[in-house]
Nanobody, 115 residues
């Protein structure tokens, strides 16, 4: 069973930074695409950033210029570097990957940005 395990969430003040990690139990190149999504209380889950096997990235407009998605194949890990955090970035962040037609989700990690 393939698993994605997130880490790195926490409480940070507005303007601060956090780096989220998503460790995969299989090679990250076995995923066609991987990404980060978030869900704030009372809101729908939304895409934050994605990175496909061909190294193409895609970002939500709300995080462009502040967040960066990257990967380390040697560690089978995908990262989300979050800078200039805002209170509206507060949410549970989920790692997601599509592998051989199957969608896999991590358990989520809480990010709270205080004003």
């Amino acid at each position: 069973q393939v698993q994605l395990v997130e880490s790195g969430g926490g409480l940070v003040q507005a303007g601060g930074s956090l780096r989220l990690s998503c460790a995969a139990s299989r090679s990250i190149f076995s995923f066609r695409i991987m990404g980060w999504y978030r869900q704030a209380p009372g809101k729908q889950r939304e895409m934050v950033a994605t990175l496909n096997r061909g190294d193409t990235t895609n970002y939500a407009d709300s995080v462009k210029g502040r967040f960066t998605i990257s990967r380390d194949p040697a560690k089978n890990t995908v990262y989300l570097q979050m800078n200039s955090l805002k209170p509206e970035d507060t949410a549970v962040y989920y790692c997601n990957g599509e592998r051989y037609g199957l969608e896999i989700w991590g358990q989520g990690t809480q990010v709270t940005v205080s004003s």
